[in-house]
């Protein structure tokens, strides 16, 4: 793997054969798909582009990257390595080193992905949230019952959907796909074939040497991707302050409690100040713009908190700090990459009395 400066996209589906309960149900075979990347494309009822079509107003983000995490860029055929807060959307794709793992959010949704591992973005946008677990395994946590019937994770061996909020684990070896309930249902959906899976079922579905699959109902795993896991579920129980002024399928606000604090605003209602920043510091100083189909260059801040206040809302001054000002308290609020403008080739120098503005809407933009 090397290292260039771009995002990522591509999309695999297959089909397989399924022994179910000792019954043979005929389906094309389908092998496991390769771990390089190809262009984009529609295969088995399944288009992946970003031409010709308006961006989505909903976002996933990067959040958490351990170890090495890349995301491959389909202008260079190369894997990059992946930064927190980017981005992520329809097309992009994730792979995580032996001693990495890598953390995703869509509002209040998570999905976390263990070492050794490999997840494709098929599909994000207002009405569905569509991955492809290519190798290795992930995990799902679905907070909202109606965002998760919008919910659905592909492999090799069919599509498993959520009826409701809950933790869903996936493992995929070359020859098998694992899927576990911690808690909720799951529906498997195979070649005429169906499953439900429920709270505290794994189901191991495997393939046989003529490339058919039968499926068994086992223990659930235990291992260290389990115990991360459920560290990460007990640090974020408590209910987030920042939900009192946000929805939380605002993109990006579960960090906003541990590193700033909130307060009123007598002309911009509640607003949020970050803590621990450099004295003279203001917003989009600290992190790069980087080229993310399909907005188009994007702010990436470096602040493990520096993803929703860049991409939704505004930045005001109030005396000598910055603070964040989200508006309106909006159910589903539209992403923005940063539409901050300046002329003559430069940044914009900030100064008391301005304000940095990226609309909940589309077509916001900076202002002086």
Known sequence: MTSVNKSSHRAVRGSVALLMCGVLLQAPACAA??????????????????????????????????GQVWIYSPEDREWISAERNRPLT?????????????????????????SSSELEVLRLDDDRLRLQLHRGSSMVRLRDSELAAQFEMVTAEGRFKADVAGGYRFDRAPNNTQATVI???????????????????????????????????????????????????????????????????????EDLDRHGRWDQDPEYGAVWIPRGVAAGWAPYTTGRWTWVPPWGWTWVDVAPWGF???????????????????GSYVARPIYAPALVGWAGGRPPVRRPGVSIDISIGRGGGWFP
């Open 90 to 114: 329809t097309g992009d794709r994730l792979s995580t080193d032996a001693l990495g793992r890598a953390e995703m959010r869509v509002g209040s949704t998570v999905v976390r992905l263990d």
């Open 183 to 253: 808690s909720g249902q799951l529906n498997y959906e195979g070649r005429s074939q169906a499953l439900t899976i429920t709270a505290g079922q794994r189901a191991e579905f495997l393939l046989d040497s003529n490339a058919r699959a039968q499926y068994a109902i086992v223990e659930p795993k235990r291992d260290a991707f389990a115990l991360w896991n459920a560290d990460r579920d007990r640090y974020e129980r408590d209910e987030l302050a920042s939900e009192r002024y946000v929805s939380p399928e605002m993109t990006g606000i």
């Open 33 to 66: 798909p390769p771990y390089d990347a190809g262009p984009v494309g529609s295969q088995d009822g399944y288009t992946v582009s970003t031409q010709d079509v308006d961006p989505p107003g909903r976002v996933g983000r990067l959040s958490e990257v351990l």
């Open 308 to 326: 929703a206040p860049f991409h939704y809302g505004r930045w005001v001054h109030r005396g000598s700090i910055w603070a964040w000002a989200p």
